[in-house]
Nanobody, 128 residues
Framework: RVTPVESGGGSVQAGGSLRLSCVVY????????MAWVRKSPDKEREGVAG???????VYSDSVKGRFTISQDDDKTTTYLQMNNLIPDDSGVYYC??????????????????????WGRGTQVTVSS
């Protein structure tokens, strides 16, 4: 069993930055993917970023150019650096361990987040 645990959420003003961290406990498969999904009360859940290998990442159009996903070499910790935050970025951010096997499967998963091991989430609030 793999358990992701998120940290780093908080409240910032528009234009600010936050860095989310996700530690994966258990025995993660080194060929797996990690993703970040956000959910706000008035929107559908949205896959915002995912990483397959250190050179293979994917982002939603809404965060591309502002968010960066990265991992430690041992892939036990995944980060989401969020810059130039806007109020629409507010929501609960979930880290998800995804049993994907190819970059293409990660891209599909980000477009429609579903199965995986989900963390409990961390709240991000961006004020205008």
């Amino acid at each position: 069993r793999v358990t992701p645990v998120e940290s780093g959420g908080g409240s910032v003003q528009a234009g600010g930055s936050l860095r989310l961290s996700c530690v994966v406990y258990g025995s993660p498969d080194r060929s797996s993917c990690m993703a970040w999904v956000r959910k706000s009360p008035d929107k559908e859940r949205e896959g915002v970023a995912g990483v397959y290998t250190r050179r293979s990442s994917v982002y939603s159009d809404s965060v591309k150019g502002r968010f960066t996903i990265s991992q430690d070499d041992d892939k036990t910790t995944t980060y989401l650096q969020m810059n130039n935050l806007i109020p629409d970025d507010s929501g609960v951010y979930y880290c998800v361990y995804v049993a994907c096997t190819t970059y293409g499967s990660l891209v599909q998963w980000i477009q429609n987040p579903s199965d995986g091991s989900w963390g409990r989430g961390t709240q991000v609030t961006v004020s205008s």
